[in-house]
């Protein structure tokens, strides 16, 4: 029996509808494959207490439901302004407390050496000071010049502070006026330390001098003696030369 041919044309045309429909995914993988914007988005507002968007509109999706077992998300309150302030009040005072407590500790633990100058010191024998002078040998690490001068018709040495007696500067001693001046508000003193200008109320003071047993002449500065209370007629306060 002979075989059945079909016209050319007829095969031609069935070809491309079949590569068409072979191209075609099925409906429902395509409604499978495509995510849904609805659920991803209103899990976002679930998450966020936010409505949710739809992607490229500004539509609103309602939010799905709650699974179960699970709760809503709940932002935390914040801390008012006077709230932040008294916190940041406290955290300051417990680190400077921290702090200080720590400075105590460590000078405690590590105390410093004391720098003062020697209460009692040893300035030369009594003949190196020439009469009518003034030293100025001990004024810078001991605070005081040793004078030779006559005072109440005696010839005597003794020891003067270097603190004028208005604001506690320090005076400087000048030779060619024979004067000790001081910088800071002009006060003037006599060499034998007696105030007669500026604003010091005062005379300078004296110091306690005397000859030890080696012959050396010592100074000792926890005594002090002052004019204006007499205390300069106190033979602790002069060697006679």
């Known amino acids: 029996m002979a075989e059945e041919t079909k016209p050319p044309g007829e095969e031609a045309a069935k070809k491309p509808a079949r590569a068409a429909a072979e191209r075609k995914p099925p409906a429902a993988k395509e409604a499978a494959a495509e995510p849904s914007p609805h659920v991803t988005d209103s899990r976002l507002g679930l998450r966020t207490g936010v409505p949710a968007v739809k992607k490229g509109t500004k539509e609103q999706l309602p939010i799905d439901p709650m699974p179960p077992g699970e709760t809503p998300f709940e932002a935390p309150d914040l ?4 709230e ?61 010049w040793i004078c030779n001068e006559e005072y109440n018709g005696k010839r005597i040495l003794y020891a003067l502070s270097t603190i004028c007696t208005h604001l506690g500067c320090t005076p400087n001693w000048l030779e060619a006026d024979q004067k000790f001046k001081c910088p800071c508000h ?25 000859i030890g047993d080696d012959g050396q002449v010592n100074v000792d500065k926890t005594k002090k003696f002052q004019q204006e209370k007499g205390e300069w007629d106190d033979p602790d306060s002069y060697i006679a030369v």
């Open 79 to 82: 801390a008012s302004r006077r």
């Open 84 to 144: 932040v302030m008294w916190m940041a009040a406290g955290w300051g005072l417990f680190g400077f407390a921290t702090l200080t407590e720590t400075a105590m500790l460590v000078s405690f633990l590590f105390p410093r050496a004391p720098f003062d100058p020697a209460q009692l010191f040893k300035i030369g024998p009594p003949d190196q000071y020439l009469p009518n002078t003034v030293s100025e040998a001990f004024k810078k690490s001991n605070q005081v």
């Open 186 to 210: 002009g006060s003037g003193f006599y060499p034998t330390g007696i105030n007669f200008e500026g604003p010091a109320p005062r005379p300078l003071e004296r110091f306690m001098i005397f």
